[in-house]
């Protein structure tokens, strides 16, 4: 039996960690927030701090502070930079993390049912779309699923299973470490700390767990790994919170949303589970399984999905936090199904892995199509003509991206007058670049029009804007 289930987990991680590779190898532009995380990493190495002090800029507030960004994948980069600045490197990141958390699943979801449950649990999971695609971006939104996958293992083992008490300890241990390390990665891991709480209550019946030595080792473990960062911000903003609130406020820069946001996300990006995991709610009940592992999955969904919706920054991958239970609760129908309508069982499933499998296949199309479009082509060709330049800097609205790609410094666009100094001052007699793109907030061209122009294509120009008397 361990041996078919190392078989099992062995085809799961080679099986995701290979196609979400292959994705990320494909897509050649990165998003924003991807070179954010991938800038601070390598600046960690190479400038030893934590800001937007060097080369690059982002849209958040207190700059050039960049506590609020969450530190952990930018650590990882960090680590990955000491060896080599090489980006192709950084592909391999989140796709390794994700491929552990659905090994992870398999494994918990087996302690906590059995073999059956964890294999359609950890399968559904691999090929959701939404975990899928972002288990190919350098984001956090994959990888946070990881750690609390495995904080949650660990979480069982020491309160839930009767275990040894060394074993239980050292699993309190790694629970707190790893909550730590979540929160770390994502700042709104908090929504998930009262499905614990709940789980604790019912199966204790009473606060009697608030006795117990493991959960003060817990809280110790996750006390030690964070309270460095607190400092670290502390320092910088003289807040002991200072970072939170200013994550909180650069969330909702683009506006907040309605409370009901997510349950058009829930509709638009999961629709083809939720029919399997309405069912497999009352095959949840219906299981002959401890309470406390019953009802772990339906708090983890509803309670983060009610927190979600509450908070006023939304976006359609924050969601994706509710992905483990969404999968576990839907394979419980199969489990169902495979015992008493095989035919059915047969049929849904295969229904339900085509719909998963063209949505994967979709990506790749997408990001093939991207990758020959004239505009992505053009885009790459102005990195190229802004890397091998010799430009001091670059004044652009595209501040993490164009560092990314050329490792020229930046400057920002958004004040003219920091621009004029600059140029006239610290880059006195140096060459400097204005990066435009159609449709950018900031047009320098429109006040100085008479800049001369050295590269254009498609939708992206590249200016000269120092050493002309005429201009600044």
């Known amino acids: 039996m361990i041996k078919k289930d190392f078989h099992i987990a062995l085809v799961l991680f080679f099986t995701l960690f290979f196609l979400t590779s292959l994705l990320a190898l494909f897509t050649s532009y990165k998003y924003w927030d991807e070179t954010i995380y991938a800038n601070l990493g390598r600046n960690m ?7 937007f002090l060097h080369g690059f800029s982002d849209f958040y507030p207190k700059l050039p502070l960049a506590g609020s960004r969450p530190p952990m994948l930018p650590l990882i980069v960090a680590f990955i930079s000491l060896f080599s600045f090489n980006s192709f490197l950084l592909n391999f990141i989140v796709p390794l993390i994700s491929a552990f958390g659905v090994v992870f699943l398999f494994l918990f979801c087996k302690k906590l049912f059995n073999r059956e449950i964890a294999f359609f649990s950890a399968l559904l999971l691999m090929l959701l779309p939404s975990f899928f695609f972002w288990s190919s971006k350098l984001l956090h939104d994959a990888i946070v699923i990881t750690y609390l996958i495995i904080a949650s293992y660990f979480f069982f083992d020491a309160f839930i299973f009767d275990n040894t008490n060394k074993k239980a300890i050292v699993s309190s241990l790694l629970f707190g470490f790893f909550i730590a390390i979540s929160f770390l990665t994502r700042y709104n891991v908090p929504w998930i700390f009262p499905v614990f709480f709940l789980v604790l209550l019912i199966k ?6 608030l006795r117990d030595k493991k959960i003060w080792l817990s809280l110790l473990a996750f006390t030690i790994v964070i309270v460095p960062w607190f400092v670290f911000n502390y320092l910088n903003y003289h807040s002991l919170f200072g970072f939170l609130e200013s994550s909180a406020k650069a969330s909702v820069r683009w506006g907040a ?5 997510y349950f058009g996300t829930l509709m638009r990006d999961y629709w083809f589970l939720l029919p399997f995991f309405v069912f497999g709610l009352f095959v949840n009940f219906r299981l002959k399984a401890a309470k406390s592992n019953k009802y772990f999955f339906m708090l983890w969904f509803f309670i983060i999905f009610i927190a979600a919706s509450l908070t006023p ?3 359609d991958r924050y969601l994706i936090m509710i992905a483990p239970s969404l999968c576990v609760i839907s394979a419980f129908t199969f489990y169902y199904l495979r015992r008493k309508a095989k035919v ?3 049929i849904t499933l295969s229904l339900l892995l085509i719909i998963m499998l063209f949505a ?7 990001a093939q199509l991207q990758n020959i479009s004239d505009e992505q082509k053009c885009f790459f060709s102005a990195m190229e003509y802004i890397k091998n330049s010799n430009t001091a800097a670059v004044v652009t609205e595209h501040f993490s ?3 990314f790609y050329t490792q020229v410094p930046n400057i920002r666009v958004n004040n003219y007058t920091i621009i004029e100094s600059l140029i006239k001052g610290e880059y006195k007699r140096k060459e400097v670049l ?3 793109a159609s449709g950018d907030w900031f047009n320098l061209k429109s006040e100085k029009p008479d800049l001369n122009l050295l590269y254009s294509c498609d939708k992206y120009n590249i200016f000269n804007i120092s050493n002309q008397n005429n201009l600044l």
């Open 204 to 209: 204790y019946k009473n606060f009697s767990f």
């Open 257 to 261: 949303r309605t409370i009901f946001f």
């Open 401 to 403: 991206p164009v560092y």
């Open 434 to 436: 204005y990066f435009y």
């Open 313 to 315: 920054a939304k976006e």
């Open 45 to 51: 190495v190479l400038y030893h701090e934590y800001s």
């Open 344 to 346: 059915l069982f047969y």
């Open 360 to 366: 994967v296949a979709n990506y790749f199309q997408k």
